[in-house]
């Protein structure tokens, strides 16, 4: 299984609400990784976790906040978003996230959230 | 500080004609070089990679590209082009001398091939 799994694919929510993604991979990767993407510019990392611990936290506001409950499953929960935030939201995966040999990261197809 | 630059926003080519899309980067150490493909509202998808060895590295759906130390660059290439592979193309770049080492993105080119 060399797919990366991502729900809901599209999620529309007001700024007073709370939400969450879920991103999921069953290929054993221990590193994993929310980025945010505008239309038609590059991804922007967010969250980079490695064996289930937060490694990097790219300046992110609070009102996003990752969490890793197993070595399969990474959720990003949402509160109080702001209608800038509004973008595709996507998960990916790979073996290795520091030093030694670098693998390349498998992304998940996205959701895209709207914040009205 | 590592960056990578794709110089061309939009790369127009009639199908069934080779096809370039350019990447240069800048890395301190020796670099991994990425491409992704991206088709509208999905995710990325690996093309291809360059870690060691040949310089010249073959991908998926009969893409490859050529690393040139001297120029910094790793350009895209494919000998005849498809309809189906106008998509936006990301040139990524990692420094392999560094801990949690983050993949830098280019800002992206948009492949149009025409019928």
């Known amino acids: 299984d060399t797919e990366v799994t991502q729900t809901p694919k599209h999620l529309v929510m007001g700024m007073t609400n709370k939400k969450s993604l879920k991103c999921e991979q069953h290929?054993?990767?221990?590193?994993m990784y929310w980025y945010k993407q505008k239309a038609k510019k590059p991804p922007e990392l967010m969250f980079v976790y490695s064996y289930e611990k937060l490694s990097i936290n790219e300046s992110v506001p609070s009102r996003f906040s990752p969490e890793c409950p197993n070595s399969s499953l990474l959720n990003l929960h949402l509160h109080a978003l702001q209608p800038e935030d509004s973008a595709l939201y996507l998960c990916a995966s790979s073996q290795e996230v520091s030093g030694g040999t670098y693998n390349e990261q498998f992304f998940g197809p996205g959701t895209r959230l709207t914040v009205l | 500080a590592q960056s990578v630059a794709q110089p061309e926003d939009q790369v127009n080519v009639a199908e069934g004609n080779p096809l370039t899309v350019k990447c240069t980067y800048s890395?301190?150490?020796?670099?991994?070089l990425f491409w992704y493909v991206q088709y509208p509202n999905r995710g990325l998808q690996f093309l291809l990679k360059?870690?060691?060895?040949?310089?010249l590295v073959k991908g998926s759906y009969g893409f490859e590209a050529e690393f040139n130390k001297s120029q910094t660059s790793f350009h895209l290439k494919k000998p005849s082009a498809l309809v189906s592979d106008s998509a936006l193309y990301f040139c990524?770049?990692?420094?392999?001398?560094?801990?949690?080492?983050?993949?830098?993105f280019g800002k992206g080119t948009m492949l149009l091939v025409s019928p």
């Open positions: 360059y870690i060691t060895g040949d310089n």
């Open positions: 890395v301190s150490g020796n670099p991994y």
């Open positions: 290929m054993g990767h221990r590193a």
């Open positions: 990524a770049v990692r420094d392999r001398g560094s801990g949690y080492s983050t993949l830098t």
